[in-house]
């Protein structure tokens, strides 16, 4: 079965701290996509990551991709409060037919 | 603007009546994806065009739901006899094969 879990579900943290955001997904995967979505609007692209090993980095995030380990990180650095909104991580199979997303994780930075 | 649209970008109907939601891709990308997404989860997969051929169908698309993509270009998204439980945005979402995949702006339906 093909399954795309994201861990935490609800995040909550301050401004300037770190964390990161889990992926993981059940069997061989195409690519791995980052969306942000904030309340009421749509997905936004932040990252694609294509093959094992692959780092990107926009501003304070980050992603990585490990396909051996079937994860991916999205690793946040001293979080500010535009930052808050719902990541998801989407996992392209079988050559892009089909996307499948994770639950989200929903981020609120406190000042 | 020459992103994915989608109209209408919101639509309250009464249970039991038809709607359908348009996608206008953009203009090169030859596949063309619906999705449903509801409060707190995270977009479910409905169904994918590659130039016109339907190529992929999820079993959450139910007979009451149907669409085309006649020429390729934009497509149609209809539910009929609608019920609560459609209540969702309604994304759409386009890529020329192997590359990004952008979503539209979604359309919201709430059945009352």
């Known amino acids: 079965e093909l399954k795309v879990e994201q861990n935490p579900l609800f995040l909550s943290m301050q401004e300037g701290k770190n964390y990161t955001i889990y992926c993981n997904y059940s069997?061989?995967?195409?690519?791995l996509y980052w969306y942000r979505q904030d309340p009421g609007k749509s997905l936004e692209s932040l990252f694609v990551?294509?093959?094992?090993?692959a780092v990107k980095q926009e501003g304070r995030l980050m992603a990585s991709l490990d396909t051996k380990a079937r994860l991916s990180t999205l690793h946040i650095t001293a979080a500010v409060h535009d930052l808050s909104a719902t990541y998801f991580c989407?996992?392209?199979?079988?050559?892009?037919?089909?996307?499948?997303f994770g639950t989200g994780t929903s981020l609120t930075v406190i000042p | 603007d020459t992103g994915v649209s989608q109209n209408p970008r919101h639509k309250i109907t009464k249970r039991g009546q038809n709607v359908t939601f348009r996608c206008d891709p953009i203009?090169?990308?030859?596949?063309l994806y619906w999705y449903r997404q509801t409060l707190g989860q995270g977009p479910e997969f409905l169904t994918y065009?590659?130039?016109?051929?339907?190529?992929?169908k999820s079993r959450l698309l139910s007979d009451r739901f149907s669409a085309e993509r006649p020429k390729g270009s934009f497509s149609t998204l209809e539910i009929q006899r609608t019920e609560q439980g459609d209540s969702a945005m309604y994304l759409c979402?386009?890529?020329?094969?192997?590359?990004?995949?952008?979503f539209g702006e979604g359309s919201w339906l709430t059945v009352v």
């Open positions: 989407a996992v392209e199979f079988w050559g892009g037919n089909q996307f499948y």
């Open positions: 065009f590659q130039n016109e051929a339907q190529l992929e």
């Open positions: 979402a386009s890529n020329q094969a192997g590359n990004t995949i952008y």
């Open positions: 069997t061989t995967s195409d690519r």
């Open positions: 990551l294509l093959s094992n090993g």
């Open positions: 203009s090169e990308h030859n596949r």
